[in-house]
Structure formats: C-alpha cells, structure tokens
C-alpha cells in the first residue's frame, strides 16, 4: 500500500514539474528573445533558442521611447485607486447580500451575477460616454472609473460572509452593536483574507486590462503600462526583441506583488474556491 502510494505521489510530482515547465517556456522564450537582434528574432529555426550574441539594444531603444517612471506610476496609482474602490465597495454589497434581509434582495443580487456574464467590452460606450461628460478623460481617474465597483468582488465577498457564523452577529446584537458596529469591528476582521484575494484579483483584473486605457487615455503622458506596450506593436511590422524587453519590464511590479502576497493569495483562492 506505501509502495503505490509513494508511486502515486511522484507520478503527481512528476506532472506538475513538467506542467511548470510548459507554463515557463512563454517568460524563458520573452527573455531570451530580449537579448536577440531583430533578425534572430524573426528566424523560423527550432535550434537557435539562444542569442547567438547577447545584446542590450532592445532595453535601451526601450527606455528612449518610453517613460517608464510616468508609465509605472500611472499604473500604480490605477490599481490602487481600483483595490480600494473594490474591496470597499464589494465588502461592503457582499455583506448587505450575505447577512441582511431587505426587500428584492435576490433580485438585486442576480443583476449583480448577471453582469459576469456579460462580456466587459459591453460597457465600453457607457463608460466612456459618463467620463466624457464629467470632462474627465485622460486623467487617472478614468483609468479607475470601471474599477469603482466589482460585481466579481460582491460575489467573492458575499461567500466569504456567508461562511462566519451567525452566533457572531447575535453575540455582536446582545452587546448593543447596531449593522455598522457589527459591519466594522466584527465581519470585516474576519474576513481579511478575503479582502487580500480581492484585493489581488483586481488588481491582476487592473493590470492585463488593455481596451479601456486605450479607449479613455490615449495620450503618452497618461496611459498604463498595457496601452504603452500596445504601442509599441507597428502597422506593419514589429520589433520583437523591443517589445519583449518592455513586456519583461512591466511584469517586474507584479512579480514583486505576487511574492509579496502569496501567502494571502493562495488562502484567499483556497478558502473562497475562486480562481482565474
């Protein structure tokens, strides 16, 4: 019996290290061809993985067109205006719907679902259309204006509360807490794993998010990092190693996010069984 399960056990092993690996080859193959010239770059030829020689050309072409400083606080400031507008706004909905009785309740709530189901490009229009009327656009809080609510977030909230005892709130009653007392000092303690994992997801939502910034803030001086790497792709042709150097540049924040928060990260997936 040990010896199957010890079988078992490597095979597991087995298939995740090489699914690992798959999952590497994209960010090896962005790498190498960084160090590549245009030419080598372009070469349909399965054996010429490495730079014949390595150079540095594509970085700095890279730093000369783009702002990296302006771009990297441009995106900085529109996850976080994001992260705060949705763990705020979402803790607050997922509680109201997980915990509270009031009248069309579940209907609210299936609007709230249906718009996951509903592809994000739909709100394109609308959203630009509410900026531009506010003369708000090209400014950061246009990058964060699709961000201000989550229907994801509500979602993932309303199961973190649902799963808190109702002997917390009865306990919180009989000491003379009122909604906001037992809302503030008691739930939302509990459900800071929750709020992480939120705050991660969108932030991750934020990041890869391309369309919008490109729609509502064109200009060079106040785009994310995504519409300036959409930038660089020419009409007719594109400098790979260029653009895999910038590519390689802009992940490097959210590497350092995601090993900051791993730990929270994976208990809030674990806990919420939410994923990607």
Known sequence: MDHTKRN????????????????LIPFIWMILTSFKTVSESTQVDPFLIFPTHWVTRAFDDVFRKMDFARLYLNTILMIAGRVICAVATASLAGYAFAR????????????????????????????????????????????????????????????????????????????GCNIPQTFLWIMSPLTRSG????????????????MWPLVANPEQGTMPISAALAKLQGQYAVDYPELMAASLLAIVPMIVVYIIFQKQFIEGIATSGGKL
């Open 195 to 210: 709020m992480v994992a939120l705050g991660i997801f969108t932030a991750l939502f934020g990041f890869k998010d391309l």
């Open 8 to 23: 078992t056990t490597i095979l597991i092993h087995i298939v995740l290290i090489i699914g690992a690996a798959i999952m």
């Open 100 to 175: 509270l009785k009031f009248p069309g309740k579940n209907f609210l709530f299936m609007l709230v679902l249906a718009q996951l189901m509903v592809p994000s490009q739909i709100f394109i229009i609308p959203q630009y259309l509410m900026v531009s009327k506010l003369g708000l656009l090209n400014t950061i809080f246009s990058l964060i204006f699709p961000g201000l609510v989550s229907a994801f977030g509500t979602f993932l909230m309303r199961q973190f509360y649902m799963a808190l005892p109702k002997d917390l709130e009865e306990a919180a009653k009989l000491d």
